[in-house]
């Protein structure tokens, strides 16, 4: 029988049969297509997710930062600015809260500006209330423009028994020796020569900071930092000097109505701040400080041009 020879298959450019490229070709078009049209649904929600993803790991950075720090002092220890970390562990956070309501009380008692971080701050509800890790980033905002009112007003009272105690609650409510360290240095900034400030200083992780890392020094020596070592720092490092600038003019005019020793101490921080240092020249600041009484109180007004 004479040999039919078997019909051959249009192949496609790859050696495929045609049929099959043709439905290859077919479906890599629907899948282009539906990857478009998934990738502008999603052109929106990729930012936000992004958005979401860095603001969780800063979290999580700050969190590990911390119990990195207390496992260092020992499973049990506890930030603290009134008691030595491993005592301070033996002390509830109910506790803390009741000695705070009562240096918070004579706080009031002496300067009526205070009542108004009672809710806000230091009600039993806000001291019963989750953890500071635990918030939300518009809510942690929202407490740290809060912790921030509050530090400013402070700053007069800052050595005094009564502030300390609130300070202490502070630490172990709403952590600001970890998540507001440049405000809870700028508050004792006009106490630098005193323990109190070095024990602030010791406390805070300086890591979280944008212009104090340079205590480092202070926190492993326990030595108080010079007068004349802040006016060099900022007579180098300008953003500092701004910074400093700044909270100087925000604590003096609260009108500190503290005691004459608080009142002198502010202002003589604003005179060091500013005429002390070998400063250069290339980039000196011009600052003129003014010194005005108002009401029996003294009022610091700063300008700084550069």
Known sequence: MENI????????????????ARATTRLDARRRCAGTNAGERDEGVVPRVMGART???????????????????GANAKASILYDARDAADVDRETIHAIAVRGFEELCRRDG?????????????????????????????????????YLRLLSGYFTEKCAISTLEYLVRRFKIHVYDVDDFIACALPWHSTAEFVKCAQTCQLE???????????????????????????????????????????????????????????????????????????????????????????????????
Not at 5 to 20: C, M, Y
Not at 55 to 73: C, F, N
């Open 5 to 20: 020879p078997t019909p051959r298959r249009a192949d496609g450019p790859d050696g495929r049969p045609a049929a099959a």
């Open 55 to 73: 603001e969780l790991g800063r979290a999580l950075e700050t969190l590990a930062a911390t119990q990195t720090r207390e496992k260092r002092l």
């Open 113 to 149: 500006r205070f009542e108004g971080f009672v809710k806000t701050l230091f009600s039993r509800a806000r001291a019963e209330a989750g953890h500071r890790e635990s918030e939300d980033a518009e809510t942690s905002r929202a407490t740290s423009v809060e912790i921030r009112r």
């Open 208 to 306: 979280n900071s944008k212009h104090f890392k340079w205590l480092s020094g202070v926190k492993e020596t326990g030595a108080a930092p010079p007068r004349d070592a802040l006016a060099v720092r900022c007579s180098k490092d300008k953003a500092f000097f701004s910074f400093c600038a700044e909270r100087a003019t925000e604590m003096a005019t609260a009108k500190v109505r503290g005691s004459g020793v608080s009142r002198f101490r502010l202002i003589r921080f604003c005179f060091d701040l500013f005429f002390h240092g070998e400063w250069d020249v290339r980039s000196r600041p011009r600052a003129l400080v003014r010194i005005a009484t108002r009401d029996g109180s003294p009022l610091a007004v700063v300008h700084v041009f550069f």
